[in-house]
């Protein structure tokens, strides 16, 4: 069920989500949290909305989306209310802004939070450069990113490091948690040897590359080469090396020296994947703090790998 409400006001909205739990029996019990959502583009937030929707189904919650419109037009809000089918397991509001208001979404959303239940606050793109620090950063304890999508990954990820605050995360954090645990699991077999070296590959412009290589340098303590290719992860040893690279998009091969080849699966994820992980912990996540650390000794070659 969707229910447009044009030109409207917070108040309206409320009252208007009340009579649909009086009259439609759509209970408030079972929200886990408020998700707040904050995007620039009209023509990117169904794609968002979808995602958030998707993620619900893992966290039931109220999704509120802030799609922000040209400041330069009379002061309006049109808002609208999903519920049902067209809101996966939460229930969405829309809040269209314009003119002055697209300053004032943290006043906007303010009345329309769950009472006694975490936020957790998400910017697919355009993230403010201290996110802990903006209006609607304040009132969330969970701050979610995706340096991905931005125009400049590296950059952005430069960003969440100099402002990291406990709280913040980003999505390309996620996307590597499948390559993580592979690579925990391998260097939990013997040999137990020191890593001397390691190199990182993926597309130029990866953030998730670029934190792999970041999460590696925090946790072995060496620096960590940045290449360009296909997805691959190298480490080296006294015994030999130590080589997961990607072979099409859901496999991987794991090449250790003095053992046969093998194949491991690395399933894709998607934006509603990775978001339903973030919003799994409330609280403050030290290893992606380290890992952001850890991209001041990523050494970026500017070489190719084949």
């Known amino acids: 069920m969707i229910i447009d409400l044009p030109d409207t006001s917070t108040s309206a909205i409320n009252k208007r989500l009340t009579k649909l739990r009086e009259n439609s029996g759509i209970p408030m019990i079972g929200r886990v949290l408020t998700l707040i959502v904050i995007t620039d583009a009209v023509a990117g937030s169904e794609a968002a909305i979808r995602s958030a929707n998707d993620a619900s189904r893992e966290h039931p919650c109220r999704v509120i989306v802030v799609i922000r419109g040209e400041r330069a037009t009379p002061n309006r809000l049109d808002a609208q209310i999903r519920v049902g089918g067209d809101a996966g397991a939460s229930e969405v ?103 001397t070296a390691a190199t990182v590959c993926g597309p130029e412009n990866a953030g998730s590359t670029d934190l792999a290589g970041g999460w590696l340098a925090s946790r072995l303590g060496i620096d960590v080469r940045r290449a360009v290719g296909r997805p ?70 500017a070489a190719s790998v084949r």
């Open 93 to 195: 509001i829309v809040l269209r802004t314009h003119g002055g208001l697209t300053t004032q979404a943290a006043a906007l959303v303010t009345p329309l939070l769950l009472p006694d239940t975490p936020v957790a606050a998400w910017w697919p793109r355009n993230s403010p450069v201290d996110i802990a620090a903006s209006k609607i950063g304040k009132l969330a304890l969970r701050r979610i990113t995706d340096s991905d999508a931005e125009g400049h990954p590296s950059d952005a990820l430069a960003k969440r490091a100099a402002g990291y605050t406990p709280g913040d995360t980003d999505l390309t954090w996620a996307r590597i948690t499948p390559w993580r645990a592979l690579l925990t699991t391998l260097l939990d077999q013997r040999p137990h040897e020191e890593i």
């Open 232 to 301: 691959m992860v190298a480490l080296e040893r006294a015994s030999g090396s130590i080589v997961i690279e990607q072979i099409d998009s859901h496999t991987v091969e794991v090449r250790i020296t003095g053992q046969e080849p093998t194949r491991a699966p690395i399933p894709g994820r998607s934006v509603a994947d990775c978001l339903a992980e973030d919003l799994r912990r409330m609280d403050s996540d030290e290893i992606f703090a380290e890992a952001l650390r850890g991209l001041d000794r990523v050494i970026d070659t």
